[in-house]
């Protein structure tokens, strides 16, 4: 008996089920090629609305579109009437004798799609993750993670990513096709690190903010609502960011601090070789950490100067050259407190900086202080005006008195006020005047009574503030200073001296003005000693006549004491010279010379430098290198004794080989008598280079820092190390602290320190002359030198001196050669960055420096527009898969059909 065929018999009822089938997926298919097309049409995710698709379909935006449109409709269209097709046959089928049978395969094929539902279900909350990048680049470290994971579930932790589309802030706004890719790439990695987070339990919120999505603005309320805050840091974002929230406190995280964009790596070659896009991981423990750190203190910073105009808090609209707001801002939108520290008081009472006095005001107390002597001004002020009023009105009185009495008695009145012959004729102009000059002193005394008035409500607001006037009643200025530095992580001190020494004949603040007390200076050094790191931005200390002769503050031989020599020349450079002779040529404006700074240089050839190093390869990632062109900065050296005790170059910056250091930067003017009577004014003196050497190859400064002679010079310095022994022993050293002096011996190969010991010897002798002061000091060398050109002594360090050897806790120090380089309302980025790295590393935030230690990623970049990048992200995330089900689905329906 032939077997039975099983097959179904094919009729033209299955070959017309069969085509319907086919064509509804066809149709199925054709609508997900056409819905892939139509999204890449209208990035990133199409425009769904009825009117735009009917005017895709008419070809109102373009034949692609068009083409997306009806592939689109088609598809649908052919995909319904099979499925109204397969409905109708359904309701037939109902009724047929294989209802049983066709119930119980429908009821397999729910149960076989509920199972499937059930297991993705659950592979949500339990599943693996492996990571399979190279070194595990995106995995935490064990102890990382347990740490994170003992983190308090009832006080979670929100992490927002922001995208604003902006990945370098105020360094590179413009963006590029590296800056894109830069930030689509790291965009995906971000998001790949903060799956770790959301796998560590409900403690971790994780929320991505993208400020070019629909409806940013809404979540973004919803998100900050009750957390001000976290809102404010999110406002003050300069570039993309990831912030870290909890308790009322938020960290913030830049994308650049996680994944950094080379440039210089990426550029392609000129035979296009190199294509890639290379990023610098920058550790995902940075990531972590940063979480773990939403708890901390905010470094605290406080910015040392010696008048209210020079604070970080002072108006913009007043004292622009003064102030140092654009720092405070710099520090505060990057996780910095910062705090003003005012060092001198009684300048409205001052008559000579000898009047003014020690301090340690914030700018609350300094304004008080402030205030004081505006109100002392104004009632001053006002007591004059009443005086001259009431002179005139006397005179007045005195005139009306005698008005009807004859000639001769009215002129014996007037001449006793105007002491000299006075004619009858002159009478109506003497009344006049007197009429006029009542009217502007009854004017005067008016404004001066109202001036008077508003000082005095002013000082009546400020009194109000109770911590100020109780803090300013405290007399001890060194107790006062020392508390306030207590719990201070960073203490700066910008000296504003000389801001452009081609334009006026002196310095904006005189150096002297900077100078502090004995007793500040040894709470500064109590403060260093302790560990604790400063920044020092000292500008040049040169008047119209050189330095001054009577040498460096306290606070300068302290940084002398820690191996850093400061020059007392001001650098000046070629193109300056040339602005200058061009004035000198009656162009005002400079007659069009160029007068460019060489931009810094960053980094030395003697080794690796935190600062330096942080600062070139965050210039690796924007267009062009960080440049800042400084002017008027003064030479900071580094001894050759310390130098070794530094475990990288402590000399990080470096001006351009075309300048020299001039003792008198400034163009000198004197007014002169000419021929024909009139005054003028005439040039005396202009600065120009003279190489001292071969000016004079017997002068005490030949081969010494203070020869003048041509650049590169360093104007930045950074020394980590102990401070000298000595500081630790003040009790034995009292007596030379108290005047120390220091001198350049030509014919010794160091600097020595010298001192003042109280007795005869302590005065310089004449040229020449050396004297060595011992008196029960055998630690302390004094060596007086005054030689030819020798205008000043300048400080510097004992080279073998015991009492300078380095002991106790290392500290970080950074001195910079100019006292404007962070000053100003706004700092430019160049500016922000060098500060940012430069307070990172002094106060031990190592890991928020950049880094290249780590393998770099490189991508291969493709060239694509848009469209085509859409294309191919579609194309094989929906259509490649429903192709394939496709094709399996007519081979299953062809076999049935056989």
Not at 538 to 563: K, Y
Not at 686 to 694: R, S
Request: aromatic letters at 6%; proline letters at 6%.
């Amino acid at each position: 008996m032939p077997p039975t065929d099983t097959r179904h018999r094919t009729t033209w009822g299955t070959r017309f089920r069969f085509l319907v089938r086919a064509a509804g997926l066809a149709g199925v298919f054709a609508a997900a090629v056409g819905a892939a097309l139509y999204a890449a049409a209208f990035p990133p995710f199409g425009a769904w609305d009825l009117p735009t698709l009917r005017a895709a379909a008419d070809g109102g935006h373009g034949s692609f579109a068009r083409a997306a449109a009806l592939t689109l409709g088609g598809g649908a269209v052919a995909a319904v009437l099979a499925l109204a097709v397969e409905l109708l046959g359904g309701l037939f089928l109902l009724t047929g004798r294989r209802t049983a049978t066709n119930t119980f395969t429908a009821v397999g094929v729910a149960a076989a799609v509920a199972l499937l539902v059930f297991v993705n279900a659950y592979s949500f909350t339990h599943h693996a993750r492996y990571d399979l990048t190279r070194d595990r680049k995106l995995t935490l470290p064990a102890d990382l993670a347990d740490r994170l994971r003992a983190l308090r579930p009832d006080s979670p932790t929100t992490i927002v990513v922001l995208q604003s589309h902006n990945l370098f802030g105020t360094l590179q706004k413009k963006r590029d096709s590296f800056t894109k890719a830069a930030e689509d790439k790291v965009t995906e990695k971000v998001k790949d690190l903060v799956d770790l987070f959301r796998e560590l339990g409900p403690r971790f919120r994780v929320e991505v903010l993208d400020t070019e999505a629909y409806g940013n603005k809404r979540r973004l309320a919803a998100l900050t609502a009750g957390a001000p805050e976290l809102k404010a840091a999110i406002d003050a974002a300069p570039e993309d960011s990831i912030f870290f929230h909890a308790n009322g406190r938020v960290q913030r995280l830049s994308f650049n601090e996680f994944l950094q964009l080379d440039r210089t790596a990426s550029e392609p070659t000129e035979d296009g070789e190199r294509d890639n896009l290379v990023l610098l991981p920058q550790g995902v423990e940075r990531f972590a950490r940063r979480v773990l750190a939403v708890q901390e203190r905010r470094p605290k910073v406080a910015v040392c100067v010696v008048h209210e105009l020079l604070t970080t808090a002072y108006p913009e609209g007043r004292g622009k050259t003064y102030t140092t707001a654009g720092l405070k801002d710099a520090l505060t939108a990057h996780g910095f407190d910062v705090v003003d520290i005012v060092l001198k008081r009684n300048w409205g009472a001052a008559r000579s900086l000898d009047d003014l006095k020690p301090a340690a005001d914030t700018r609350a107390e300094s304004a008080l202080d402030r205030l004081d002597g505006e109100l002392a001004a104004a009632a001053i002020k006002s007591s004059r005006a009443r005086r001259q009023q009431k002179a005139l009105e006397d005179r007045k009185a005195a005139f009306d008195k005698v008005k009807d009495q004859p000639w001769e008695k009215r002129r014996a009145v007037y001449e006793t006020y105007y002491r000299g012959p006075v004619t009858e004729a002159d009478e109506a102009d003497i009344l006049d005047n007197l009429a006029r000059g009542t009217r502007q002193a009854e004017q005067m005394a008016k404004e001066a009574a109202d001036e008077r008035k508003t000082a005095a409500a002013k000082l009546e607001e400020a009194l109000r503030d109770e911590r100020s006037t109780e803090d300013r009643r405290v007399a001890d200025a060194r107790a006062k200073f020392a508390q306030k530095l207590a719990d201070v992580d960073l203490v700066i001190v910008p000296r504003l001296t000389v801001e452009d020494a081609t334009e006026g004949e002196g310095p904006v603040v005189e150096a002297a003005i900077h100078g502090l007390r004995r007793e500040q200076a040894e709470v500064l050094r109590d403060y260093m000693a302790s560990g604790k790191p400063v920044l020092a931005c000292l500008g040049p200390v040169s008047g119209p006549d050189g330095p001054a002769n009577d040498g460096p503050d306290e606070f300068e031989r302290l940084l002398t004491e820690r191996g850093v020599e400061l020059g007392r020349e001001t650098i000046l450079f070629d193109g300056e010279a040339r602005a200058i002779a061009a004035r000198l040529g009656g162009d005002q404006f400079g007659g069009g010379v160029p007068t460019d700074i060489p931009p810094l240089a960053l980094g030395s050839a003697a080794g690796p430098n935190p600062v330096a190093d942080a600062a070139r390869l965050t210039g690796r990632g924007v267009e062009r290198a960080l440049v800042l062109r400084p002017r008027a900065m003064r030479p900071v050296y580094v001894h050759e004794a310390w130098k070794g005790r530094t475990p990288f170059a402590a000399e990080f910056a470096f001006t351009a080989a075309e300048a020299w250091n001039e003792e008198q930067p400034f163009l000198q003017t004197d007014l002169r008598p000419t021929t024909g009577g009139r005054v003028v004014r005439a040039v005396t003196y202009v600065p120009q280079f003279e190489d001292t050497e071969k000016q004079n190859p017997k002068d005490p400064r030949v081969g010494t820092n203070r020869a003048e002679r041509r650049g590169p010079f360093p104007v930045g310095v950074a020394v980590e190390a102990a401070p000298p022994a000595h500081w630790a022993d003040q009790a034995d050293l009292a007596p030379a602290r108290a005047a120390a002096l220091a001198v350049a011996d030509p014919g010794f190969s160091g600097l020595v320190a010298a001192a003042v010991v109280g007795s005869e010897a302590d005065q310089p002798k004449g040229k020449g002359n050396r004297l060595l002061v011992a008196d029960g000091l055998p630690r302390v060398a004094a060596l007086f030198a005054a030689g030819p050109g020798l205008g000043q002594v300048v400080a510097a360090v004992g080279v073998n001196d015991e009492a300078n050897r380095p002991a106790g806790k290392a500290g970080r120090l950074v001195v910079l050669g100019s006292g404007n380089l962070f000053g100003g309302p706004r700092l430019d980025p160049a500016q922000e960055k060098l500060l940012l790295h430069t307070a990172n590393w002094l106060t031990g935030r190592d890991d928020r420096l950049p880094r290249a230690d780590l393998p770099a990623w490189q991508f291969p970049r493709v060239g694509m527009s848009e469209q085509d990048f859409y294309l191919w992200r579609y194309g094989t995330a929906a259509v490649l898969p429903l192709g394939v089900v496709f094709l399996g689905l007519v081979a299953t329906m062809v076999r049935r059909l056989r």
